[in-house]
């Protein structure tokens, strides 16, 4: 079982940014944590009292984990601890502006031990441009400072496909990253989100033709060959690691299908095939936060889900799932090496076509 905590405060907000988070409502943080609190506790007595599940990784990601004080996650840490195999993967994500020394050691103590950095680029201008807070020189300050409290497992997240992006730019972010000694990248291609200040921006350069997005699919495949080059395995579409120990144990089970918890604003949780929806609404959340939208999902769309996931990274998708129909597809595309048969599994090399092949397989 997997564990999701959503943490809905920014200092402040980037322009591209339409994740659940706030800016204004800090004084709501200890309610807000009270409120977290009572949903985990439900949580893990509906679905893990008296049951042999276990939670194997956490991830607290938001909106920025690192806008709380270590000290207000310790109760949280304290429901979780019976639940918990050994060795869980317990991850954080963390702006490098709020992520400061004592605030890393404080959450490594509580027994996070994977820590993933919102640093998007070392460029200065294009920090500026995309919104950031933090300057290139705080965002390596941060990366050392996590190397100095112990954490081994240490990921940085990169925006690509941003107007004036070139390889030749990015070729430098991903060197300053492996020379930071990093094991993790998550690269992202930009995406134009409603409800962003990009948004609204994006529509005025619309009418001049110009866009803040670049078609950046032969940049992906730069960017592909060229992280592999720095020793980067792609095991996800926008995800690489210099080893099979340093991939996100918990963004890889949600890829695998695998069932989840998710507490907190708008987070979602997924169970014995049933999803479960979070109040979205900070104010509505802290009043109520047991109640929940439920939604049963259809062995058609569990098999859709899996099918497109499996393709999106190395795990590829079980042969058993697919009908007569399906199956003759899924040959033909073997036949011209667009996947891979392997052991009853079927692989797909070429994450970036995972949504096509999925659609050209399923009925
Ligand atoms: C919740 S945020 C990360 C942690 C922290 N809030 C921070 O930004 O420093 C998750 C990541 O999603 C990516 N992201 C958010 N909005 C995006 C967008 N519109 N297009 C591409 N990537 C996006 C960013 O790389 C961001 O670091
Ligand atoms: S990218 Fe991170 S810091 Fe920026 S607004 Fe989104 S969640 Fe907040």
Redesign the pocket.
Known sequence: MLLYIHIPF?DSK?F????N?YTTKFKLKDDYMEALKKQLANNLKRHLINTNKKIETVFI??????TIKASSYKELFDLIKPYLIENAEITT?????SATLSWQQEMFDLGVNRI?????SFDEKKLKFLG?A?SSQSAIEAVNNAKKVGFKKINC???Y?VVNDSFETLKKDFDIVKDLGINHI?A??????EN?K?FLDEKSLKKEKKSLKIDDEDLSYEIFDYLAKLGFKQYEIANFATSEEFESKHNYGYWKHREYLGVGAGAVACINNTREYSEKNIEKYIENPLSVEKEELSLEDIKAEKVLLGFRCKFGVEIELLNKNELKRAEDLITEKKLELKDNRIFNNNYLLADELALYILD
Do not use: K, M, W
């Open positions: 920014c980037c591209y940014c339409a994740f988070s990601g938001g909106g920025t984990p690192s994500e963390a702006n490098p502006n993933s950095f919102g640093v998007q950031r933090h997240d990169i925006i496909g998550s992202y291609s930009l995406i134009i989100e962003t990009f």
